[in-house]
């Protein structure tokens, strides 16, 4: 197993070892790993001859400094996983912010068009403009063929779509299905902060989602949305902080259902002051 620590180790590395024709998965990450993120890193595993799992903790993206300060960091339990499940061919990079960001550690700014002001860029201003900076800087380091990145953050993976247009990377994003628990909660490396119970009873965003989806075609976006904001009012452990219903493309909340458009429905819930998202295709 490789493990590095800065981004020039990590470049010697992969010089060295790197022929022609072979390809490198990027799978980037925060740490604390669960299923969802090893779901990324096999599907990277079967696509190309090399695999870099980056854990690092960004601080550009985080608008709140104690969410920042409670995200879990669990460098050697991660490693220990991606050994169990990949062996020694994994290779890990766990840069320090200083290494990563070349010293100073603060966010460059990006026009993303209309996708960076909808939802989570609406409740958390910066977030996107630090995802990008770190993504490119990532990028830039480890110079991958395709990277990995899961829908429960759909709006990022959109983001990152148009920073690849933006800067002209020379990557191919690869959106990956939300892995859920059995309960359909998508797993996430905040749930290990929600109690037993609370997190039994989180399984209320995928059922209020699957029901959207049921009712997407016979209702009115503003009746579902409506219905949503109902279920949310009657539970006492749950705050809605949005619920929207918007294009899959540009992420706009929708107004008119068009036929040929696809939507999809997004959610986020504080549960015991934990953040949670999630969303579903609905169309
Ligand atoms: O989704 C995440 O974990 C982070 O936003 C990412 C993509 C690793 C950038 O820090």
Redesign the pocket.
């Given at each position: 197993m490789y493990i590095f620590n800065t981004k020039e180790t990590l470049q010697d590395h992969l010089r060295q070892c790197l022929q022609k024709k072979e390809s490198i998965g990027f799978v980037?990450?925060?740490g604390a790993l669960h299923i969802g993120h090893i779901s990324l890193v096999a599907k990277s595993f079967e696509e190309n001859t090399y695999t870099v799992v980056?854990v690092?903790v960004?601080p550009t993206?985080f608008n709140n400094k104690e969410d920042l300060d409670n995200y879990p960091r669990t460098l050697e339990s991660d490693i220990a996983l991606l050994k169990v499940h990949f062996g020694d061919k994994i290779i890990v990079f766990a840069p320090s912010p200083q290494n990563l960001y070349d010293g100073e550690v603060v966010s460059l700014n990006f026009n993303f068009g209309k996708i960076e002001n909808q939802m989570e860029g609406k409740f958390r201003p910066g977030h996107f403009d630090g995802?990008g900076t770190?993504?490119t800087h990532l990028f830039n380091a480890v110079q991958p063929t395709k990277a990995y990145?899961?829908e429960k953050?759909y709006q990022?993976l959109q983001v990152v779509r148009k920073l690849v247009e933006l800067q002209e990377f020379l990557v191919e994003i690869v959106g990956c299905d939300i892995y859920r628990e059995s309960s359909g909660l998508a797993y996430s490396s905040r749930n290990q902060r929600l109690s037993v119970n609370v997190k039994e009873k989180a399984s209320i965003i995928y059922k209020t989602l699957k029901e959207c989806k049921e009712m997407f075609g016979t209702k009115s976006a503003t009746d579902i949305t409506s219905y949503v904001k109902g279920i949310f009012e009657k539970s006492e452990m749950f705050d809605l902080e949005y619920f929207e219903i918007a294009d899959t493309i540009d992420l706009e909340t929708v107004k008119k259902i068009l036929p040929k458009k696809k939507y999809r429905a997004f959610i986020a819930v504080f549960g015991e002051e934990v953040r949670l998202i999630d969303n579903i295709a609905l169309n």
């Amino acid at each position: 197993m490789y493990i590095f620590n800065t981004k020039e180790t990590l470049q010697d590395h992969l010089r060295q070892c790197l022929q022609k024709k072979e390809s490198i998965g990027f799978v980037p990450t925060m740490g604390a790993l669960h299923i969802g993120h090893i779901s990324l890193v096999a599907k990277s595993f079967e696509e190309n001859t090399y695999t870099v799992v980056s854990v690092f903790v960004n601080p550009t993206q985080f608008n709140n400094k104690e969410d920042l300060d409670n995200y879990p960091r669990t460098l050697e339990s991660d490693i220990a996983l991606l050994k169990v499940h990949f062996g020694d061919k994994i290779i890990v990079f766990a840069p320090s912010p200083q290494n990563l960001y070349d010293g100073e550690v603060v966010s460059l700014n990006f026009n993303f068009g209309k996708i960076e002001n909808q939802m989570e860029g609406k409740f958390r201003p910066g977030h996107f403009d630090g995802v990008g900076t770190v993504i490119t800087h990532l990028f830039n380091a480890v110079q991958p063929t395709k990277a990995y990145f899961g829908e429960k953050d759909y709006q990022q993976l959109q983001v990152v779509r148009k920073l690849v247009e933006l800067q002209e990377f020379l990557v191919e994003i690869v959106g990956c299905d939300i892995y859920r628990e059995s309960s359909g909660l998508a797993y996430s490396s905040r749930n290990q902060r929600l109690s037993v119970n609370v997190k039994e009873k989180a399984s209320i965003i995928y059922k209020t989602l699957k029901e959207c989806k049921e009712m997407f075609g016979t209702k009115s976006a503003t009746d579902i949305t409506s219905y949503v904001k109902g279920i949310f009012e009657k539970s006492e452990m749950f705050d809605l902080e949005y619920f929207e219903i918007a294009d899959t493309i540009d992420l706009e909340t929708v107004k008119k259902i068009l036929p040929k458009k696809k939507y999809r429905a997004f959610i986020a819930v504080f549960g015991e002051e934990v953040r949670l998202i999630d969303n579903i295709a609905l169309n």
